[in-house]
C-alpha cells in the first residue's frame, strides 16, 4: 500500500508563487509516473503536470512556462513550483501516483489566489 500526502497548499497573492510537495510512502514499490491534478468548484478534475521515471516532463498548456513539477533527492517526494500565480489557478491540487501494481491519488490541498 502506498500513502500520499500533499502539503504546501495556502493562500497567495496574483503574481506570487507556491511550492506544493507530495510525499509518498511505502515500500516495495516502482514510480512510472507523478502526476499532478486540480479541480475548482463546478469544474472537472483536469490534468496539470507529469513526471516519468525517465525524468520526462509535461505540462497542461494553461501553466505551461509558469509551473515545474521536480522530484527531490530521496526520490520519495514530487514538488510543483508554481509562478506567476493567476485567480484561476485557484483549485484543490492532487498528486496522482502510477505504478505498475496500482495507481493512487492523494486527498489534495487547497491552493487559493486571490487579493
Known amino acids: 500500500q502506498v500513502q500520499l500526502v500533499e502539503s504546501g497548499g495556502g493562500l497567495v497573492q496574483p503574481g506570487g508563487s507556491l ?3 507530495c510525499a509518498a510512502s511505502g515500500s516495495g514499490f516502482t514510480m512510472s509516473a507523478m502526476n499532478w491534478y ?4 463546478g469544474n472537472q478534475r483536469e490534468w496539470v503536470a ?3 521515471n525517465i525524468a520526462t516532463t ?4 494553461s501553466v505551461k512556462g509558469r509551473f515545474t513539477i521536480s522530484r527531490d533527492n530521496a ?3 514530487v514538488h510543483l513550483q508554481m509562478s506567476s500565480l ?3 489557478d485557484t483549485a484543490v491540487y492532487y498528486c496522482y501516483l502510477q505504478t ?3 495507481n493512487y491519488w492523494g486527498l489534495g490541498t487547497q491552493v487559493t489566489v486571490s487579493s
Not at 486540480?38 to 468548484?41: D, F, G, N, V
Open 75 to 77: 526520490k520519495n517526494t
Open 58 to 61: 509535461s505540462y497542461a498548456d
Open 50 to 52: 507529469t513526471l516519468t
Open 100 to 102: 505498475p501494481r496500482a
Open 86 to 88: 493567476k485567480p484561476d
Open 38 to 41: 486540480r479541480q475548482a468548484p
Open 19 to 21: 511550492r506544493l510537495s
